[in-house]
């Protein structure tokens, strides 16, 4: 009996090791995926679509998102380096923040992608995947130059900035993009501010929040529009658009008498989208995260197989310590006449969901 106990033990153990090394054989480690926040839609759709990419290509993953708390997206970082996963694909809450827990990973020979946001300060990662984010900007002024006409010579119109959060080096990239566009503008004063807040950091939105957004253009159209009209917003992503929409909308713009501003944004989420197909948004910038997602994944893999590594930009990404090799995704402008084109037909989003 105690004989047939211990062999039955025996087979139950071998059977386990068994299990076990054939899962070690048929994948290719684990990578830690760590993004800022579940709270966006985008970073939902690149998280999926880069699980669902690296499973594809014989990975494991552990996904993280941080909520918008720097400690959090630390933690979760180091927590990855203790479960032992062989790549980490990373976009910075703040992308200054990262040097101690990636020194760490690179002394533990870990691969490590920049993702979306670059890393600054740090030489200890390896690639930076993107889209072009100074494109993005260029985009979004251009939009706001052909909806008011400005190159044939009309104006002058009243015209706000919210950008980005400036812990997040996208935020500068897409601002530079937007004065590349817009400051001949504002220097020939056919776009007028009449809060006299231009600079990125007096523009900034803090987490790119949009509540944050909508209290600071209530208070610019109590204090500066009175009974002048507000004609353009850049507003630097989706999030943002819709908090100043919300504000706007508040003090009766978008009705008869007080159209709405031309009002920009990035990201073609669902609530910009529907904004765009009433007429409360002009435009967004869709960067295809399903691409990006899959540009990454791939460039952990041939990383981690000692394959060649696409990159496309070998010299514009300076993160303060090192020129990062990066492969730059191009950005598209969405605005009322191409939505279905560029968002329903190539199967991003399926119609319904956008009326
Ligand atoms: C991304 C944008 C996003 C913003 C807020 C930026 O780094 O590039 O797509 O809207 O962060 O999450």
Known sequence: MRTWIKLAATVIVAAAVVGCSKEDETS?????????????????????SMVEKLHELGYKTDIQYA???????????????????????IAPIDGTTMADVLKQAKEKGITIISYDRLI?????????????????????GESIVKALSLDQGQGPFNFEIFAGSTD????????????????PYLDSGKLVIRSGQVKLEQVATPNWDGS?????????????????HLDAVLAM??????????????????????????????????????????????????????ALAEAASLM????LQGKPVAVNDTTSYDNGMMIVPTQLLAPVLVEADNWKKVLVDTGFYSEDRLR
Do not use: C
């Open 120 to 140: 600054r300060n740090s030489k200890n990662f390896d690639y930076y995947a993107t889209f072009d984010n100074y494109k993005v900007g260029v985009l979004q």
């Open 300 to 303: 952990m893999d041939g990383a």
């Open 28 to 48: 290719k480690g684990v990578i830690g995926i760590s993004l800022p926040s579940k709270m966006e839609a985008r970073w939902v759709s690149d998280g999926d």
């Open 168 to 183: 997040d080096n996208n935020a500068h990239v897409v601002y530079a993009g937007v004065m590349s566009v817009l400051k």
């Open 67 to 89: 909520q918008y708390e720097i400690p959090t997206q630390l933690s979760q970082l180091e927590n990855l380096l203790v479960k032992g996963v062989k790549g980490l694909i």
């Open 237 to 290: 992503n989706d999030q943002i658009a819709i908090g100043v929409v919300s504000s706007l909308r508040g003090v009766g713009y978008g009705n008869g008498g007080s159209p709405m501003p031309v009002v920009t944004g990035q990201d073609a989420e669902i609530p910009s989208v529907k904004a765009i197909v009433r007429g409360d948004q002009h435009s967004t910038v869709f960067k295809d995260t399903r």
């Open 212 to 228: 944050q957004a909508q209290s600071r253009m209530d208070n610019l159209l109590s204090a500066f529009y009175g009974k002048a």
